[in-house]
């Protein structure tokens, strides 16, 4: 099971830490996984290249766990509103996405939000 921690700051979304491998299908061949892998590359570059954000990531394909945090999704850390709407905008897409995979991957997903 793969399980996927939110990170939540003021009802603002930044950032989110994955765990696990999904075991839905054999390695290589482990679709949600896939979707997942994709998913996660597409937010960040996007946030990296097209939006020019500050982020930082670690991914360990072997003991599958990313971690990924972009502080410019706080107000705190950017000061553009519309980049700060935009990267916020892009975890709570996914964070949505991924519940939407919950309603048939249930037994292979997990999701929360924490909230500092």
């Known amino acids: 099971m793969t399980k996927i921690v939110f990170f939540r700051r003021d009802g603002a979304f930044y950032g989110f830490e994955e765990h696990g491998h999904t ?23 996007t946030i990296e290249i097209s939006y020019a954000g500050d982020v930082s990531y670690d991914i360990d394909e072997n003991g ?32 949505y996405q991924l519940n939407d995979l919950l309603e048939e991957y249930y037994d292979y997903l997990d999701v ?3 909230d500092d």
């Open 23 to 45: 075991g839905y299908g054999e390695s290589g061949d482990d679709i949600l996984c896939a979707a997942l892998s994709a998913m996660t590359m597409l937010l960040l570059n």
């Open 64 to 95: 599958a766990h990313v971690t990924v945090k972009a502080m410019c999704a706080l107000p705190e850390f950017e000061a553009d509103e519309k980049k700060r709407f935009a990267v916020e905008g892009l975890f709570k897409g996914y964070f």
């Open 112 to 114: 929360e939000v924490v």
